[in-house]
């Protein structure tokens, strides 16, 4: 499966952005999806999880609250609304698909990323 992230963009403190994550070749329902962060000089940052139902999602304890991931299916499609955006969010954001859900935190689980989008909050 390949994928494409969009929906970056630079947002003041405060704002809101919403990163859609694309999937061609293959059906998206076959995959959980994850979204991560990579901040400059700083280690990739697990960020949100979301089952291949929907039924299951997770989040970084920094975000909860704030982002909400949700997708659908039937565009191949999964999202992540990015609402009181900090400066600390700015990070480039990568989602990434694996059809295990075992451990959705970890980078190393999935098989498939995407490009990734830049977002950056100015304060």
């Known amino acids: 499966v390949q994928l494409q992230a969009s929906g970056g963009g630079l947002v003041q403190a405060g704002g809101s952005l919403r990163l859609s994550c694309a999937a061609s070749?293959?059906?998206?329902?076959?995959?959980?999806i994850g979204w991560f962060r990579q901040a400059p000089g700083k280690e990739r940052e697990f960020v949100a999880a979301?089952?291949?139902?929907?039924?299951?999602?997770m989040y970084v304890d920094s975000v909860k609250g704030r982002f909400t991931a949700s997708r659908d299916n039937a565009k191949n499609t999964v999202y992540l609304q990015m609402n009181s955006l900090k400066p600390e969010d700015t990070a480039i954001y990568y989602c990434?698909?694996?059809?295990?859900?075992?451990?959705?935190?970890?980078?190393?689980?999935?098989?498939?990323w995407g490009q990734g989008t830049q977002v950056t909050v100015s304060s």
């Open positions: 990434a698909a694996d059809r295990l859900w075992s451990n959705p935190s970890l980078g190393s689980e999935y098989d498939y």
């Open positions: 070749g293959r059906a998206l329902i076959g995959y959980n």
């Open positions: 979301i089952s291949r139902s929907g039924a299951t999602i």
